[in-house]
């Protein structure tokens, strides 16, 4: 079945960028969606990106999407201690029937 | 800025007992789904629901579970004769064609 994986653990200081990277193997996905959990919440939806882009652009967030390599990655400029949470990649194939989600990484921003 | 939202909380059950979590989804949706959230795992789909029927289940979805659209505005997830496994954060969450937005998610705790 699909796959979507991600590493478990990025640490980072503050004012520094974030890179949270995801590979996913089901080539029908049609959008792919960065969502950030923070303790004891629910899942936020950040941003997400439909699979004929490659980059999407929003604030401090960036989105680049590599489709060959079935690659997505998020990237947080000037990271800030309210970023530290749980960041889920998902997608989903045609039809919006289902998502799939990565087991999350966890981000921890030193100040 | 509209919300999914669930009730309640956080349930304590006893093994063995009927739980009904309720979801009042966002109100132009037409996509509806619950996922569950084992404490540390990945978030796992449950079903999805479009047009008043369900369009999917995971293999986790057996006899168990059922779902229902009562009123045109509630959503809800009946689990039958609970098990100490089903002890887990359920989300809900509701859709258009290209995103999802979660609900804060309900504790459920088996004894």
């Known amino acids: 079945g699909e796959d979507v994986e991600q590493s478990l653990f990025l640490s980072v200081r503050e004012g520094d960028s974030s890179v949270i990277n995801c590979t996913y193997t089901?080539?029908?996905?049609?959008?792919l969606y960065w969502y950030k959990q923070e303790p004891g919440a629910g899942l936020q939806l950040l941003t997400y990106i439909f699979s004929n882009m490659d980059m999407k652009q929003d604030q401090r967030l960036t989105v680049l999407l590599n489709k060959k390599d079935k690659h997505l990655s998020l990237r947080i400029a000037d990271t800030q201690t309210g970023d530290s949470a749980i960041y889920f990649c998902a997608e989903t194939p045609h039809g919006f029937n289902k998502f799939y989600f990565g087991s999350g990484t966890k981000l921890n921003v030193k100040p | 800025e509209p919300e999914v939202t669930q009730t309640p909380s956080h349930q304590v059950t006893q093994m063995g007992q009927e739980v009904i979590l309720r979801c009042v989804p966002i109100s132009n949706h037409l996509y509806f789904y619950w996922y569950r959230q084992i404490l540390g795992q990945k978030v796992e789909f449950l079903v999805s629901f479009y047009n008043n029927e369900i369009s999917e289940k995971s293999e986790i979805f057996d006899d168990q579970f059922s779902v229902e659209r009562p009123d045109g505005s509630n959503f809800t997830l009946k689990i039958r004769s609970t098990k100490l496994e089903d002890s887990a954060m359920y989300f809900c969450?509701?859709?258009?064609?290209?995103?999802?937005?979660f609900g804060p998610g309900t504790r459920l705790t088996v004894l």
């Open positions: 969450a509701s859709g258009s064609t290209d995103t999802q937005y």
């Open positions: 089901d080539s029908s996905s049609t959008y």
